[in-house]
């Protein structure tokens, strides 16, 4: 009989309607966990399946502090604890500083920074009570390295990795491990979708995006949102009691350097 890894464990995934949410909210509920699923909207295309795990869902704007402590109370109120909190909402913006205005780095920071923040602060409240926790915060590429193309949501990913090495650090004594994974391009995400239909030629703008890493690029395919998933399970499983303030690439190697001429 398969032991499942998370039985017994209570977990809340924000951004959880599509893409790397949405394929997290199913791994953890199929190993076991109670999965409360948070996003903005709803994709009626996950009622079927959400209800076959027992995942719940939760409409929630991570930039609004209220709505996270909505969450949570529902959490406790239901499950009466939090073992696990995957912060995935995230927008991309790509634009110069010069055309960035004040709502543009709203918008981004607070959805990608404050957001995060705010999860940590509810989550950690909780799990110092419960004797520990985990939490993962999905970063991205260019929370390792700035990008020239989009410097807001660099910023905002690299100050998300931060964040995690920072309270790992001051949260460790409570036996909570916070990590972060920072993909490359993954497929099949709102946001990928977005800038694919942005693109004057999409298939060319897919392959680049597929070139810009090169085990991508030998592979011949983008990174799946199940593939984030996993590493997430892994962050939050026993198997990681001893890793927190790591952060994870899953980039294909994109943040290596510059690579090899083909």
């Not at 076991?32 to 295309?45: H, K, L, T, Y």
């Not at 719940?56 to 959490?75: G, M, N, P, T, Y």
């Not at 055309?99 to 543009?104: H, L, S």
Request: hydrophobic share 40%; aromatic share 4%.
């Amino acid at each position: 009989m398969h032991n499942k890894l998370l039985t017994g464990r209570t977990a809340v995934v924000t951004g959880a309607s599509d893409g790397i949410g949405r394929a997290t909210s199913l791994l953890l509920a199929e190993q076991g966990a109670r999965v409360f699923a948070a996003d903005i909207r709803q994709n009626p295309e996950n009622q079927t399946v959400f209800s076959e795990l027992d995942i719940s869902f939760q409409i929630c704007d991570v930039r609004q502090e209220s709505d996270l402590q909505r969450v949570f109370a529902e959490v406790i109120s239901t499950s009466g604890r939090v073992d696990i909190l995957v912060n995935n909402a995230g927008v991309g913006m790509v634009k110069q500083i010069t055309d960035v205005t004040e709502a543009d780095w709203n918008s981004c920071i607070d959805t990608n920074l404050k957001g995060p923040f705010f999860g940590c602060k509810h989550a950690i409240g909780q799990m110092q009570k419960n004797g520990g926790g985990a939490i993962v915060n999905i970063a991205s590429n260019a929370g390792i390295l700035p990008r020239a193309h989009d410097p807001v949501y660099s910023i905002s990913k690299l100050a998300l990795v931060g964040l995690t090495k920072s309270l790992a650090l001051c949260h460790a004594r409570d036996r909570i491990r916070i990590n972060a994974v920072c993909p490359g391009p993954v497929g099949d995400t709102g946001m990928i979708r977005e800038d694919i239909a942005r693109a004057d030629d999409p298939e060319a703008f897919t392959q680049s995006l597929i070139d810009a890493s090169p085990l991508a690029k030998a592979c011949e395919r983008m990174i799946s949102p199940r593939e984030i998933a996993e590493a997430v399970l892994y962050l939050v499983s026993d198997a990681a009691q001893m890793v927190t303030g790591t952060i994870v690439a899953i980039d294909g190697g994109k943040s290596l350097g510059v690579p090899p001429k083909s």
